[in-house]
């Protein structure tokens, strides 16, 4: 993985949730049951009915608050604020991976399809707060959802980022397709992908990863 493929990166966007955190730590398993049990009290059905709903609206709509608020005209205000009102006890500091962050040549944000305040807390726990110049959450984006490529036009924009001159992170490989099209390096952060086009670089250990792009 030749470092000249970064050569030209200004900006580097990183996703959060099990890419900033290893998925061993399993803390989304946290929010996936806050979400059932939102969209139990939403739409009145049964928990195996809700998880299922939960499951199909985030493979079509990009995420479960994004089904909510088309079918059943949510607040995503106050749905952020509880499925997200968890424990962070399961995260712990990582300064190795802070000083590698901190060390790439340029702005360096976070961006989420949760909200920005979460996103600060997982941060925190990790100690990764001062490696970061900026947060974007899924309210940034006017509620409107990675993969959806206006949703990344949004927060670039609000961001001053140039897509070609920036690499985005992500554990999700769809969420990679659009950040591609615009001209930005991107890397999967997570098991072995599936051949896409969208796909530049693979990892299953960021910092080992982030380390190889330093003199």
């Known amino acids: 993985m030749p470092k000249e493929h970064f050569s030209h990166v ?3 966007v990183f996703d959060l949730d099990n890419t900033l955190y290893p998925p061993a730590m399993r803390l989304f398993d946290q929010i996936e049951k806050r979400m059932t049990a939102f969209v139990m009290r939403a739409t009145g059905a049964t928990q195996d009915h809700a998880d ?3 499951k199909t609206w985030w ?7 994004a089904g909510l608020m088309k079918h ?3 607040d995503p205000d106050i749905y952020l604020e509880d499925v997200h009102d968890i424990s962070f ?3 712990t500091p990582d300064p190795h991976l802070a000083e590698l962050i901190a060390s790439l040549p340029g702005r360096k944000i976070v961006y989420t399809n949760g909200s920005a ?6 941060l925190q726990a ?28 949004r927060v ?10 920036a690499a985005m992170f992500e554990d999700d490989p769809r969420n990679l397709a659009a950040p591609h099209r615009m001209g930005m390096r991107t890397v999967l952060v997570g098991p072995e992908p599936h051949e896409a086009d969208h796909i530049q670089h693979h990892t299953t250990d960021l910092g080992a990863f982030l380390r190889k792009l330093l003199p």
């Open 52 to 54: 299922l709903l939960r």
């Open 10 to 12: 200004r900006a580097w």
């Open 89 to 91: 006890d399961a995260l």
């Open 72 to 74: 059943h005209k949510v």
């Open 59 to 65: 493979a079509d709509h990009g995420t479960t608050l």
């Open 126 to 153: 990790r100690g990764l707060e001062a490696a970061f110049d900026a947060i974007y959450g899924v309210e940034h984006a006017d509620y409107t959802p990675k993969p959806e490529r206006s949703a990344f036009e």
């Open 156 to 165: 670039f924009t609000s961001a001053g980022i140039d897509p070609s001159e």
């Open 117 to 122: 305040p979460y996103a600060a807390q997982v």
